[in-house]
């Protein structure tokens, strides 16, 4: 059933360790079955290689429900933890299937990094703008189609993001096919793809649908709610609104040929309007629940991914709001270049941050419908 080649070193065996060690308890106790497709998956095995942990691990949605449920849990001589052990472990996978393997260390110290790539994109845009133009025409009032590319060459503006872009790309396929390879998971048929892809759409298991009662995830103080469910959809179909609109302003651009800004009404504002305020509200509220979170569930390591990802993604979207609100004042090349930085970064650090998690997810999902389907 499991890899037996260890394609990918984990940088902490002892995180692979300690998901087989309480999967070999969980597998005998079986208390948990129903919770989530975690134990179903653990079921379907009898020895966990740090490929098979590694797929557990990422098909865990770290609601808690059972530590609380644990009878087992500390402080019991078990020491059972399953969160936090595939928490822990999920993280590090993260670093093992980054591609190339030397900026894996990136994630080690994301929260920081993040905010010095952030800080290159800032002052790399500024800086090509003050280069290109004069600090007049930098702080002047720009009105019309075209007003955006007065600061910086559109050629200049999009071309940045578009080779980004092409080598995070690669880089996610990369580390998909490591995490692929390294699970051992196996394609199950369109069936299967329909099946994951109805689950990451509508996020059922944060919902805890699977439960039968559909009340969501427990708080720290053990209370359901569907809160984490509908903040990240509020992410994900914010981010895709946002996606989308950056998309049609490309077409109205090249089939059109229309330059932006484009007018407050017409489609591509108001999807990006639309889809970054809900971005905005997606990620505060990820910000809150994970403040929420019960520490005991939290990963042991500490690598601030979680919060510098939620961070860039609302900076992003919050900035590009701003951006929309001054663009016809003085205060528009100072705010684009704020919001073109902001968006360079995330580019540059997607393949190095918390955005694997919903590609390694989806396939920890695929896998688990293939399994299913035997
Ligand atoms: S988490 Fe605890 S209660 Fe649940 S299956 Fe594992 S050992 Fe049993
Ligand atoms: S934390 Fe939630 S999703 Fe993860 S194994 Fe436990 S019950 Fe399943």
């Known amino acids: 059933m499991s890899s037996t080649v260890n394609l990918v070193k984990l940088v902490e ?3 692979a360790d300690e998901v087989a060690r309480v999967m070999q308890i969980c597998n005998a106790c079986r208390y948990c079955e129903g919770f989530c497709a975690v134990f179903p998956a653990m079921e379907r095995r009898r020895t966990f290689s740090t490929g098979d942990a590694a797929y557990l691990a990422n098909l865990c949605h770290h ?3 059972c530590y609380h449920a644990c009878q087992y849990a500390p402080p019991h001589e078990f020491g059972v933890n399953v969160p936090q052990a595939l928490a822990t472990l999920r993280e590090d996978s993260y670093i093992a299937y980054a591609w190339p393997g030397p900026l894996a260390g990136l994630f080690r110290r994301n929260g920081l990094v993040v905010v010095l790539v952030l800080m290159l994109g800032l002052a790399l845009v500024t800086g090509a703008m003050l280069a290109m133009i004069s600090p007049q025409l930098f702080w002047g009032a720009h ?3 075209g007003a955006f590319y007065v600061l910086m060459p559109h050629y200049v503006m999009a071309g940045i993001p578009g080779f980004i872009t092409a080598f995070s790309v690669v880089a996610l396929i990369q580390g998909w096919r490591r995490y692929w390879r390294h699970t ?7 069936t299967a793809l329909r099946g994951a892809v109805s689950a990451l759409a509508s ?6 649908e699977h439960t039968g009662k559909g009340e969501g995830c427990p708080g720290p103080d053990e209370t359901n709610s569907r809160a984490r469910q509908y903040y990240h ?7 895709m609104m946002c996606f989308a609109a950056t998309s049609l302003a490309t077409a109205y651009h090249y089939i059109l040929g229309r330059e932006a800004p484009y007018g407050y009404l017409e489609p591509p504002v108001l999807l990006g309007t639309v889809g970054g305020i809900i971005l905005c509200i997606g990620t505060a509220g990820l910000f809150y629940e ?8 939290k990963s042991v390591r500490e690598y601030g991914m979680d919060y510098a990802f939620i961070a860039i993604l609302f900076l992003v979207s919050f900035t590009g709001l701003v951006l929309l609100a001054v663009r016809e004042t003085s205060f528009m090349g100072l705010t684009l270049a704020i919001h073109l930085g902001a968006v360079y970064a995330f580019f540059l650090i997607m393949p190095y941050s918390k955005f694997v998690h919903g590609l390694y997810r989806f396939a920890a999902l695929l896998a688990d419908e293939g399994e299913k389907q035997g």
């Open 184 to 190: 051992g998971a196996r394609w199950g048929g369109f």
């Open 203 to 208: 996020l059922r298991h944060l919902g805890g």
């Open 63 to 65: 609601c808690g429900a």
């Open 143 to 145: 009105i019309g189609e």
């Open 233 to 239: 959809h509020a992410t994900f179909y914010g981010f």
């Open 290 to 297: 994970k403040q929420r979170m019960a520490t005991a569930v």
């Open 13 to 15: 065996q002892g995180a």
